[in-house]
Each structure stands twice: as structure tokens, then as C-alpha cells.
């Protein structure tokens, strides 16, 4: 141990366990902002996809109205093409009127055969005018549907502007909203970053003679010798004066921070890779699981709220050190302190 202290002294001051607090803060800001903005999204997005069931409506009865005027244009076309004939052979029989009427000019002696054939041929002549004003008159209240079809149209197209505004607006309101969480995401993260350092500066002091405690980027490391016996869960009377020292310093903490900080104390138990040997743990899973739920049964027994905390086993399989001396399987059984977010 002396020898361990000595050449930390020849190193001098570590820098890269700030650095390493610093890129997590910013890491785990990150991943909460885009955590925050999905759901902002999802919600607004509900609201949008009301509207566009809104507009899809009314594109529909807009492509059926569209349908109809095509199909009275149809319609009309129909008629207009019946009423030129029509009107051609009204031309027709005014052409044939005036020679029959040339004729009985002439003929004017002749008034058996030919007044008949007169009369008939005026019979004709009316029922052909007939139907022609008749087809006018159809043609007349086309017009008048037509009308109000494109009245109807204009009515729609209007709506559907009214709809691309309200559109608008709501894709305006998101992006502020969006902004506006950011803005706000980004204050609890500033936030929790100032309790998380004042809370390990605490740490520092209150631990600072401890040779066998470390500060690893953003945990607090405790050799497992600290709290427990070999392959042992329970806590041994020297562990539970550093926990004491710790569960002070949370408690004063859990006060300082404002209640809509989603923090947490997460204490993760870890282990060597030496396989169990009897006992009544059957594997160092159980083991590391066993020990990080004793620290944290213990920290509430001292005050701390329990929705404040969580307990984490990872066994030998995250290990500090890959070697295999007594030092490096020192170094890996360890309890890790982590004041973070849910």
C-alpha cells in the first residue's frame, strides 16, 4: 500500500477522471434530450394526424365533387351536341318552310294536296321548335348546377387553405415546444450536474484518507475488503462507518436537490473471476447482486429513500483489470457508487 501511494505521488494530478466525468454528463444529456423530444413528438404528432384525417376528408369529397363535374361536363357536352343537331335541322325545316312556302306561293290554286302537305309540314316545324326550347332549358338548369358546383369547389379549396394554416401553425408550435424542451432539458442536466459534483466533492473530503477508495471517471470505486469478507455479503462494522459517512451526505444531498430531478444512486457490485468455492452463493452473479443490495438496504435504513436508489450484480464480467495477479483480482472486486438519472 505505501509503495501504491508513493508512485500516485510520482504521477501527479489525474486529469483524464474529470474528463471522463465530463463526456458522460454530456453523453447521458444527450440521450435524455432526444429521450424528452421523441416523446414531445409522439405527442404532437397525435394531434397532427387528427388534422390530416381532416384534410384527407375533405381532399376526398373534393376528388367526389370533382368526379361529378366531370361527369355533368359529360352530361353537357351530350346535350350541346343534341342541340346542334337539333338547331340543324331546325335549319333544316326553316329551309324546307321557305321553299313549301315559295311553293304555295305558286300553287296557290292547288290547295287540296298541297295545303295539307303545308299544314303537316307547320305541324312539323313546331314540334321541332319545341324541342329545341325544351333542350335550351335543359341546358339552362346545367348551368345553374355547374354554378353551384364551382361554388361548392371554392367553399372546399377554401376550407382546405384554412386546414394548411391551422398545418402551419402546428408545425410552428412544435418546433417552439421542441426548443423550448431543449431549453428546458438542457437547464435539469446543468442542474443535476451541479449536485452530482457537489455531492462527489462531498465524497472527496468525507473519504479523502481512504487509500482503498478510488474516483473512476463518474463512480465512486470501493474495494469489496472495504464493506465485506471474502465471499461474504453482510456488511462488516468498518463498512458500515464509511456508509454512514456516505448515507450523511446523501440525505443532505436528497435535500438539496429539487423533487423534478429524476436522480438516482446506483451501486453496482462486481467481482473477480475466481469461481465460487462452496458457500451459499453458487456463483459470483449471486455474489456481486447479494453485496450491492446489502449497501443499498443498509443506505435506507440510514434515511435514504428507496425510489433513490438501485442495485446492480455484474459478477466477474466487467473487470477493471484484465490481468491475473493478487493485485488486478483486487482491483476488480469493488462496489461502484454512480449518482445519475433514471
Same mark, same amino acid.
Given at each position: 500500500m505505501a509503495l501504491s501511494r508513493a508512485r500516485r505521488g510520482e504521477r501527479g494530478i489525474d486529469y483524464w477522471p474529470g474528463f471522463v466525468d465530463a463526456l458522460s454528463t454530456f453523453l447521458l444529456a444527450i440521450i435524455f434530450m432526444l429521450s424528452v423530444f421523441m416523446l414531445a413528438q409522439f405527442f404532437l404528432s397525435r394531434d397532427i394526424a387528427g388534422k390530416d384525417e381532416s384534410m384527407l376528408r375533405l381532399q376526398r369529397q373534393i376528388a367526389e365533387l370533382g368526379e361529378l363535374l366531370q361527369l355533368e361536363r359529360g352530361q353537357r357536352q351530350t346535350l350541346q351536341e343534341g342541340l346542334a343537331a337539333i338547331t340543324a335541322t331546325l335549319g333544316t325545316s326553316e329551309q324546307e318552310r321557305a321553299r313549301l312556302q315559295g311553293l304555295l306561293t305558286d300553287a296557290q290554286g292547288q290547295a287540296g294536296s298541297a295545303g295539307t302537305r303545308a299544314t303537316t309540314l307547320e305541324a312539323q316545324i313546331a314540334q321541332h321548335r319545341q324541342t329545341a326550347q325544351a333542350a335550351l332549358a335543359q341546358i339552362e338548369l346545367l348551368n345553374q348546377q355547374i354554378t353551384a358546383l364551382r !361554388?361548392?369547389? =371554392? +367553399?372546399?379549396?377554401?376550407?382546405?387553405?384554412?386546414?394548411? +394554416?391551422?398545418?402551419?401553425? @402546428?408545425?410552428? !408550435? %412544435?418546433?417552439?415546444?421542441?426548443?423550448?424542451?431543449?431549453?428546458?432539458?438542457?437547464?435539469?442536466?446543468q442542474e443535476l450536474s451541479r449536485y452530482r459534483s457537489e455531492f462527489f466533492g462531498r465524497l472527496r473530503e468525507i473519504l479523502a484518507e481512504r487509500a482503498d477508495i478510488r474516483v473512476v &471517471?463518474?463512480?465512486?470505486?470501493? /474495494?469489496?475488503?472495504?464493506?465485506? /469478507?471474502?465471499?461474504? *455479503?453482510? %456488511?462488516?462494522? /468498518? &463498512?458500515? *462507518?464509511?456508509?454512514? #459517512?456516505? *448515507?450523511? =451526505?446523501?440525505?443532505?444531498?436528497? #435535500?438539496?436537490?429539487?423533487?423534478?430531478?429524476? $436522480?438516482?444512486?446506483?451501486?453496482? &457490485?462486481?467481482?473477480? =473471476?475466481?469461481?465460487?468455492? &462452496? /458457500?451459499?452463493?453458487?456463483?459470483? $452473479?449471486?455474489? @456481486?447482486?447479494? !453485496?450491492? %443490495?446489502?449497501?443499498?438496504?443498509?443506505?435506507?435504513? !440510514?434515511?435514504? *429513500?428507496?425510489?433513490?436508489?438501485v442495485a446492480a450484480g455484474f459478477g466477474e464480467f466487467q473487470p477493471i483489470d484484465r490481468g491475473d495477479t493478487a493485485e488486478a483480482l483486487a482491483r476488480n472486486r469493488r462496489i461502484e457508487l454512480r449518482l445519475t438519472d433514471r
Open positions: !361554388r361548392q369547389l =371554392a +367553399a372546399l379549396e377554401d376550407a382546405l387553405g384554412a386546414s394548411e +394554416a391551422r398545418d402551419r401553425e @402546428s408545425q410552428s !408550435r %412544435i418546433t417552439d415546444l421542441g426548443r423550448r424542451l431543449n431549453l428546458a432539458l438542457a437547464q435539469r442536466v &471517471g463518474d463512480r465512486f470505486v470501493f /474495494g469489496s475488503e472495504v464493506f465485506f /469478507g471474502s465471499s461474504q *455479503a453482510e %456488511i462488516e462494522p /468498518g &463498512g458500515r *462507518a464509511e456508509l454512514d #459517512k456516505l *448515507a450523511a =451526505a446523501l440525505v443532505q444531498l436528497e #435535500k438539496d436537490i429539487p423533487t423534478d430531478i429524476p $436522480w438516482v444512486l446506483r451501486v453496482d &457490485g462486481h467481482t473477480d =473471476a475466481r469461481p465460487m468455492q &462452496g /458457500g451459499r452463493f453458487r456463483s459470483n $452473479w449471486e455474489l @456481486s447482486a447479494a !453485496r450491492s %443490495i446489502a449497501v443499498v438496504q443498509y443506505l435506507i435504513s !440510514r434515511g435514504i *429513500a428507496p425510489e433513490r436508489l
